[in-house]
């Protein structure tokens, strides 16, 4: 399976990309193509030194080039770039590519970190996304509150629970079943796409909870 990041020359890309490199290709997207590549090249060293050897191959491309071959596709974007960089990125997708949406509507205000669809009464990420989607029920919400400090570290164990919604059950499954391919995430079905808001909300929370009590990337964990 290839699995595509879009803005994944950052720290969440890096992360999901030694992670899932183990079992999958992943390939690297950006506006800038070389960079993009630069940055596979690096990802790639950096897990044969982990591993040794892995069953996939890490490339990078323009995000426009790499949206085309994949299978699964993470939105590693702020929401602020949905309605500029999904237009023409989610129209390039094959039929049955199923897209991944992290992304928070967020904002830091002197209170702390606030819920920009609350305070400004904006759609949430998943609405946002959903839009420019060819077939809707492929969106599937994840990974909202995984530390990207720890995601980038592999040698680090994450044992939190990682809340998915979707309205396609197959589409669900299929990222479910990523999530427990990093060891330790738990996947817990949160409902339908309508709910998205409630899995994108609880990044701010964990954020102020974090600062506030002086923690240190903190994660969810349902018990």
């Known amino acids: 399976m290839k699995i595509g990041i879009i803005g994944g020359t950052g720290g969440m890309g890096k992360g999901f990309a030694l992670r899932w490199c183990v079992n999958h290709d992943v390939l690297i997207g950006s506006r800038d193509a070389t960079k993009a590549a630069q940055a596979a090249l690096e990802y790639s060293k950096n897990a044969t030194e982990l591993y040794g050897s892995v069953k996939g ?4 491309n323009d995000n426009v ?3 085309k071959e994949s299978d699964v596709l993470v939105l590693s974007i702020p929401y602020e770039n949905i309605d500029s960089t999904c237009p023409v990125i989610l129209s390039s997708i094959k039929d049955n590519c199923i897209v991944i949406s992290p992304i928070v509507p967020m904002t830091k205000t002197n209170s702390g970190f606030e819920f920009i669809s609350f305070i400004e009464k904006k759609p949430s990420a998943f609405e946002m996304v959903q839009k ?5 029920t492929k969106l599937v919400a994840a990974f909202h509150t995984v530390s990207e400090k720890k995601l980038v570290d592999p ?4 044992d939190f629970d990682i809340f998915v919604c979707g309205d396609d059950q197959k589409a669900i499954e299929m990222v479910s079943g990523l999530v427990r391919e990093i060891k330790n995430l738990r996947p817990l079905i949160l409902g339908p796409g309508s709910l ?3 899995a994108e909300v609880a990044t701010p929370i964990l954020l102020n909870v974090m600062i506030r009590n002086k923690m240190k990337d903190p994660g969810l964990k349902i018990v």
């Open 155 to 158: 040698n680090l164990v994450l």
């Open 57 to 60: 191959k890490i490339t990078g």
């Open 132 to 136: 420019h989607m060819k077939d809707k």
């Open 65 to 67: 080039s790499i949206s």
């Open 196 to 198: 998205s808001y409630l």
